[in-house]
Every structure is written in structure tokens, then in C-alpha cells.
């Protein structure tokens, strides 16, 4: 096998068509048709049928594309290191993160691992940031989950195994103006929400799945838009939203938003990588870095 053949492998995995995979990777059709097959006859064995959807693996093309992955990571790793190259992690992270939790993770990462360069991805996609990180175009990610599974809080399980590290809790807050009639109330339950004007984003947020599996379906959602417009309106009092407590922080300060008197859960940010990214020399040591003491 070669290493070219790999790239080519991973290329029509994950483009499905040997048209795309050529021109994500600037060949002709044909030298990428015949790259698979030279693989094929190299291992004995057929890697794609064509199916409705395009190219599929067979069984031996499932076995081979973990190993590909990994093979072609310890070529990189093993580059920089002839090389004399700093050790680098691409990680991701979604834009919400970006501003708030982000800099404590590169801050800690920084301090613990002073000899490896972080390279920070942000991305407003959930599936996105999933897709890199299984393709290996990051090595890790951060994002907002909960239970015990990636995917707890209620987006798919990814179509590969991850390995997961909980970082930090992400409290967080239902908020409305406090003009409100629910401002004034204590002991808040979700019953007491069931005709309100819940302020979201679309349905693939995290803060629309934790309203999902928190308040249920009671509250009438409203979709307004990203973060700050569902703080904006709140605070002009066209309904109420729940948002991570650092994205209000500020609001709740200057009296703009309350908080509602509603026992909630802690979302988890949660740090996300392949599992065989750990049999890279040191990579399992450098995850860990970012994690609290």
C-alpha cells in the first residue's frame, strides 16, 4: 500500500463519488479509479460497490478505513518529527465556545504542554465539527453535551466511536425580562411553562435539545435566531429563553434579564476525539492536558 493510495481511499469514502474524490484532490477520474484499484489488487480484495447513493464500502473497505486513518496520521506525526517540527493539535470548537470556555482550555493546555502548537478550528456546526474530527482534519473537538454518551443530549451518535473527556460544567440559565410575569414566582416546574413564548434557535442547537429534554414540550417555541438575538429578545420581553449563564452574564448584571426560579442541569463541555487517535505517540497525554486537575 501506498500512502497516495490511502488519501485516495479516504477521498472517495468520503466524497462517495470518484468525480468529487478527483477534484478534492486535483486528479483526473482516472487516475483515481485506477489508484483504488491498484489498492484493491494489492490487498486481494474489492473496497466500494456502486450503490444508489454512490460508492460503498464492502466489509474489507469498513477494516481498511480505520487503518488508513491511522496509518496516514502516524505518516504526518512521524514527518514533523524527522522533520524536527513542534508537535501540532488541531482542535475545533463551536462559535458559542469560542469566546467564553475556549481560551480557559488553551490557557490550561498551554501551560501543561508548552512543547505542542494548538491550532484552534471554530465551527457554528455541530456535524461539522464531528465530520473533521472523524476524517481527521481535527484531532479534537470541543462541544455541549450531557449524559453519558456522545450524543447524550440528543443529536445523532456519530457514525464512528469517540472518546470523550468532560472539561467543565456549562450552567445554565432560563431568563426573561424582568417585567415577566414567571420573574416574580419561586419554585418554578415545567408545568408552569407550558404556554410560554420560548425564544430558540433552530432545532440542531444545543440550547434547543436541552430545552427539549428539560422543559419538554409545553413552551411554544419561537425561532428568532443565534444567541444574542434570543437574549435581545428576551430582554424586550417578547418571551423567555435558556441560555448557557456566561451568554447572559452581563444581562443578568445590569438587571437587563432574571433568572427564573427553575432548578436546571448542568450541560458538560465535553473535549471529543477518535478513539485510535490515542495509539499516536503521546496523543492520549496531550488530550488529557486540557482537562482541569
Known sequence: ???????????????????????????????VSQ???TLEEALGVALFVRGPKGMELTPAGQRLQGWARSLLDQAKQATRDVRGERQLLRLGALETLAGSYVPQVFARFAERRPD??????????RDGLLTDVIEGRL???????????VGGLG???????????????????????????????????????????LLVNVPECSFWMAGDK???SGPKRIKVGGVPVMRAWAEHGLGITLLPQFAVADSLHSGALIQLDLPLPDLSLRLIW??????????????????RP
Open 116 to 125: 505542542i502548537d494548538l491550532e484552534i478550528h471554530t465551527e457554528r456546526n
Open 1 to 31: 500500500m501506498e500512502l497516495r493510495q490511502l488519501r485516495t481511499f479516504e477521498a472517495v469514502v468520503r466524497h462517495r463519488t470518484v468525480t468529487d474524490a478527483a477534484v478534492a484532490l486535483d486528479l483526473a477520474p482516472s487516475s
Open 214 to 216: 428539560i422543559l419538554g
Open 155 to 197: 443529536f445523532p451518535a456519530p457514525a464512528e466511536p469517540l472518546t470523550f473527556i468532560d472539561l467543565d460544567p456549562i450552567p445554565l440559565a432560563l431568563v426573561s425580562a424582568p417585567a415577566h410575569p414567571l420573574a416574580a414566582r419561586t419554585a418554578l416546574t415545567p408545568d408552569d411553562l407550558k404556554h410560554e413564548r
Open 35 to 37: 489508484q483504488i484499484r
Open 139 to 149: 484531532e479534537a473537538a470541543l462541544l455541549l453535551d450531557s449524559g453519558d454518551n
Open 274 to 291: 477518535r478513539e485510535d487517535q490515542e495509539s499516536l505517540p503521546g496523543m492520549r497525554d496531550i488530550l488529557y492536558a486540557a482537562a
